[in-house]
């Protein structure tokens, strides 16, 4: 490439933004405009002095005052900025190019919606988002030509099969096809006992068999909720109907998701286990770099496994293709009884079987509407978030 691309990595001390950042060691040709941390101050402090951004993003202002301190007496010119807001004005900064969406959970919601208002290529980590922001996201990269690449493996690999420019909502790539597959693991506790599940600890939920990741989508894939967000995920990037995708348990994590087309050719994207593939993907597009990422030894790995999955072992699949289906505010309300759950479980507060009863007690008693304004989103999180805190408080 000629070109020197700028970035923006918010959530850059994560599982997904140290991949990035390693895409970046392998190849010259992009510069780090902005970093954000959360609370991570330490590793952000690092980064920041390796990767000399013009910006820095915390979440709290003590944070950001020991972070500006550190740079200062270290000799950098960094600037530090705090909030949410403060999220959204690096993504929407002049400098930057692009913007990689890996904050976890709706903390990344409003930093999405700006890098796409701001026109800027969109890399996609960040599911919740759009999970939540739905067709607004869509509305709102249509106005200002942002480009959105996937960068949830799934996702990507399907982007990758569809025919170049005519993927995504509102082109008309996905008209040759008949449906789609997303694979999924099925996590650790694919072949574990039912009568088991009420013991599972946050250590062993969080142990995923094929994927390195952050803690969250690491219990989302124990449960299956992961592959539930994703297949809301999928109907929105690509504009197909639930009936359209298929999930399929593949626990070498090796075939990423497959494209069936209605002439009967099926394209499948192939790869190891390594995050650095979809994001080197997103980073250079439509050009191919270096990820850094081992290739891929076919003969050394033996079979490859395909089967349906399990409702009953994983009803929170269910929970997310139905939520596909309802629309709305539904994914939003799902998204964060899922959220607020999740916490809980890695907290200790309630058993992982829990899950996956609070998300449907919450659905239930919250009416869907339509998702037609930020505010409403918003109203509906907030909502799902109290609701099922409040569903845990009166169990302990
Ligand atoms: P992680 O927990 O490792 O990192 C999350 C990042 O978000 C960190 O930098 C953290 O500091 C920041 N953050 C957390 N809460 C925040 C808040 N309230 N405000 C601002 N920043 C906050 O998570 P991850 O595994 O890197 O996942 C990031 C996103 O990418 C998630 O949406 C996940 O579903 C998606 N994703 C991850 C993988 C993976 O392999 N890790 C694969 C596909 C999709
Ligand atoms: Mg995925």
């Known amino acids: 490439m000629n070109n020197l691309r700028r970035i ?40 920041c002095l390796k990767y000399r951004p013009k910006m820095a993003i915390v979440s709290r202002s003590e944070d950001a005052k020991g972070l500006a301190d550190s740079l200062k007496s270290a000799g950098s010119k960094v600037e530090v900025m705090w909030g949410a807001d403060a999220l959204s004005t690096a993504a929407s900064d002049d400098s930057v190019d692009m913007v990689m969406a890996a904050i976890v959970g709706a903390a990344g919601l409003e930093s999405t919606l700006a890098a796409a208002r701001a026109g800027k290529t969109l890399l996609l980590a960040n599911k919740e988002s759009l999970v939540m922001s739905g067709d607004l996201l869509f509305r709102e990269i249509q106005a200002s030509g942002a480009t959105l690449i996937p960068i949830d493996s799934e996702h990507n690999a399907i982007f990758q099969c569809l025919p170049q420019n005519l993927s995504g909502q509102g082109g008309d790539g996905t008209k040759y096809v008949s449906k789609i597959a997303l694979t999924a693991s099925g996590g650790p506790f694919l072949d574990k006992p039912l009568t088991e599940f009420g013991d599972i600890t946050p250590a062993e939920a ?49 075939v990423h998701s497959l494209v069936y087309y209605k002439d009967g050719s099926v394209l499948a994207q192939l790869g190891c286990a390594d995050m650095r593939i979809p994001i080197a993907y997103g980073m250079a597009y439509p050009r191919r770099i270096e990820s850094g990422a081992a290739s891929l030894d076919l ?11 399990d409702y009953k072992r994983f009803p929170c699949l269910k929970l997310g293709i139905d939520a596909t289906l309802q629309g709305g505010t539904t994914p939003t309300l799902l998204n964060a009884a899922n959220e607020i759950a999740v916490a809980a479980f890695l907290g200790g507060q309630i058993k992982f079987i829990e899950i996956a009863e609070l998300n449907e007690q919450v659905l239930s008693k919250i009416p869907c509407e339509p998702a037609s304004s930020l505010a409403i989103i918003r109203d509906a999180d907030s909502l799902a978030r109290n609701i099922t805190k409040e569903l845990i408080l009166k169990k302990n």
């Open 8 to 47: 923006c990595i918010l959530g850059s001390t994560g599982s997904i933004g140290q991949s990035t950042l390693a895409v970046v060691d392998a190849n010259p040709t992009f510069e780090v405009v902005a970093l954000s941390g959360h609370r991570n101050i330490d590793l952000l402090l690092q980064q």
């Open 206 to 254: 969080c142990k995923h068999p094929t994927w390195s990741m952050g803690q969250k989508i690491s219990v989302d894939s124990a449960t299956m909720m992961n592959k539930g967000l994703e297949f809301i995920e999928a109907s929105l990037l690509f504009g197909l109907a639930p009936h359209q995708i298929d999930v399929l348990i593949h626990p070498q994590s090796t």
């Open 299 to 309: 003969i050394g790995m033996g079979s490859l496994d395909f089967f349906e999955p």
